[in-house]
């Protein structure tokens, strides 16, 4: 399996940019998917982006797309979630996740590994 750990999150206020990390341990990072999940308080986790193991597709929430770009580095072990045009809706502990697949996925389910999870707090 694959090990998390977010960073960069925070507070911003609304059309500002943060920029999310994830940084992975374990040999399998480079072979599988990664994605980006949320969950605001009350609510269940949400899709948010996806990318497949070598970076050539990716997928968006109806929600983020044109203003979230995910990325990846696989000589780093490292995914990114670019987040601009930030709103109020947008605030959730935000997750990153590794896949069971190559391909990427926009289910739950299809993530075996997961962060810890990191806070992005949207003022207004």
């Known amino acids: 399996q694959v090990q998390l750990v977010e960073s960069g999150g925070g507070l911003v206020q609304a059309e500002g940019s943060l920029r999310l990390s994830c940084a992975a341990s374990?040999?399998?990072?480079?072979?599988?998917?990664m994605g980006w999940f949320r969950q605001a308080p009350g609510k269940d986790r949400e899709f948010v982006a996806a990318v497949s193991w070598a970076g050539g597709s990716t997928y968006y929430a109806d929600s983020v797309k044109g203003r979230f770009t995910i990325s990846r580095d696989n000589a780093k072990n490292t995914v990114y979630l670019q987040m601009n045009s930030l709103e109020p809706e947008d605030t959730a502990v935000y997750y990153c996740?590794?896949?069971?697949?190559?391909?990427?996925?926009?289910?739950?389910?299809?993530?075996?590994?997961w962060g810890q999870g990191t806070q992005v707090t949207v003022s207004s």
């Open positions: 996740a590794a896949g069971r697949l190559r391909r990427a996925s926009t289910e739950v389910n299809e993530y075996n590994s």
């Open positions: 374990g040999r399998t990072f480079s072979t599988v998917a």
